[in-house]
């Protein structure tokens, strides 16, 4: 459970460094969000599947760990 959330706090602090950035300069809060996850908008069906093939596997592995 320490590692999802010690993982969470990271991705939350890195993308609000990220939209600060964005936001510093120029851009307005709506682009800049688009700026964040827009490289999951860009990925093929292959690397998809394989994106959520191992985050299936990560939360099997948690579960199993339970």
Not at 5 to 18: A, D, E, Q, T
Not at 28 to 53: K, T, W
Not at 57 to 65: G, M, P, Q, T, V
């Amino acid at each position: 459970m320490k590692i999802i959330g010690i993982s969470l706090l990271m991705m939350g602090c890195l993308m609000g460094f990220s939209l600060g950035i964005d936001i510093v300069q120029g851009f307005d809060v709506s682009q800049a969000l688009y700026n964040a996850v827009s490289p999951f908008r860009v990925m093929e069906v292959a690397e998809l599947f394989v994106l959520f093939f191992f985050f299936f596997f990560f939360l099997l592995n948690l579960y199993i760990f339970l």
